[in-house]
């Protein structure tokens, strides 16, 4: 490996050629099968048949087009995501982190015109992971990523996750928002409570707030509906966050927002150079296209339960290595008895990818496409290196 590279990763000694499905084959020519997902990005596996066309297709006519333009395909997907939840509007944006930082912007932005610039603070939960600039590393707080980067950006209160009492407590005449993701990913694969989730609606109509969901992670299908808040019924938020699956591979987020929410936003207030680009709203559509398509989510949400059942299983089987599954759809987690990230490398020596996540978890993020047949081999895999970690043991 190159010195190069800024040393901000400790990289696994692998590089892979291509990709084809739910399935990476390394420079060595050997195939690994992708439980990881680049982190929930390849929503669709690799080099899905209908994404290759669209970005191609698009790539011979148009890649960039400034914002001060007409995107007509980013117009349609405006639309297109309006439709399907509770949105009015919608900001494309180059990532999760840049969405994150258009939230915390369009709620400062929303609480000054509505005559309440007092109202700037953010609640959130611990646990929680909202991205790495110094805005998303505030709204997080957590000190692993905090350590070494202050002073440290004001404006938010961090409270303990699935705790309604402690939220409650911490709403002052400050408070602007509450932001939450519905089921944290980083933070250990820790789902919120569907009545957490209802409750924070209350919370935020009765003190006037705006209730944020961070779906970067959790969001596109991930848990086996469109969005993850839909599990919740009559838990809408004012504004959303999406990326990761939205582009399939392709870097895109997006800021979704209620009409009224979003009525600080005027032309000027904030913008992107590459945000919302032609090649982005190419793959946006298309992902759109298969994730919306009559049967697909019911067959995540079938593979998903039974990836869940056979994962219960062999923590049955395997006591002294894992300790219990968690999450919800197609995104798990595994905790483990022992250190995960040894687990973790055993399983890629194994030929299976996954990822891990605080509180010694390992992540399982296969791509929505994912089958029964390999989900029986992910199994197999892990229960060659579950037995191996017992006898060890």
């Not at 596996?45 to 066309?53: D, Q, R, S, Y």
């Not at 993701?181 to 250990?188: A, V």
């Not at 994912?370 to 191996?388: F, M, P």
């Amino acid at each position: 490996m190159t010195d190069a590279l800024m040393n901000t990763y400790a990289r696994a000694d692998l590089a892979f050629e291509y990709g084809e499905g739910a399935y990476l084959i390394g420079t060595d020519g050997r195939r690994y099968l992708d439980f990881a997902s680049g982190i929930a990005v390849t929503a669709l596996g690799h080099a899905h048949p209908h994404l290759v066309e669209a970005l191609t297709a698009q790539a011979g006519k148009l890649w960039h087009c400034s914002n001060v333009f007409r995107i007509p395909a980013g117009e349609r997907l405006a639309a297109r995501l309006a439709e399907a939840s509770f949105a009015d509007r919608v900001f494309f944006c180059n990532s999760g982190l840049e969405a994150c930082e258009a939230a915390v912007k369009l709620t400062r932005r929303y609480f000054d015109v509505i005559g309440q610039p007092q109202r700037h603070r953010i609640i959130t939960c611990q646990g929680a992971f909202h991205g790495r600039s110094l805005t998303g590393i505030a709204a997080a707080g957590n000190p692993k990523y905090m350590e070494g980067f202050g002073p440290h950006a004001d404006g938010f209160t961090t409270v303990a996750f699935n705790n309604l009492n402690e939220l409650r407590s911490a709403v002052t005449d400050e408070t602007a928002a509450i932001m939450v993701e519905p089921l944290q990913g980083e933070g250990g694969i820790r789902p919120a409570a569907l009545q957490f989730l209802k409750d924070l609606r209350d919370v935020c109509d009765e003190f006037g707030l705006l209730l944020i969901y961070d779906e970067i992670q959790c969001g596109m299908g991930r848990t086996g509906k469109l969005f993850a808040y839909e599990w919740a019924e009559a838990a809408a938020p004012d504004v959303m966050l999406l990326a990761k699956g939205l582009g399939g591979g392709f870097p895109v987020g997006a800021v979704l927002a209620t009409e009224e929410a979003s009525k600080g936003l005027a032309p000027g207030t904030h913008g992107t150079t590459f945000g919302g680009n032609p090649l982005a709203m190419a793959c946006g559509n298309a992902v759109l296209d298969v994730i919306t398509a009559p049967g697909f989510l019911a067959e995540v949400d079938r593979v998903a339960r039974l990836l869940w059942h056979r994962l219960n299983d062999l923590v049955a089987r395997y006591p002294h290595v894992f300790v219990e599954v968690r999450g919800a759809g197609l995104m798990l987690g595994l905790r483990c008895q022992g250190e995960a990230p040894q687990v973790i490398a055993r399983l890629r020596e194994a030929g299976l990818l996954t990822v891990g996540a605080a509180e010694n978890i390992i992540r399982l993020l296969p791509p929505l496409i994912i089958s029964e047949t390999q989900v029986e081999e992910a199994l197999r895999i892990l229960d060659s290196v579950a037995s191996a970690q017992a006898v060890a043991a």
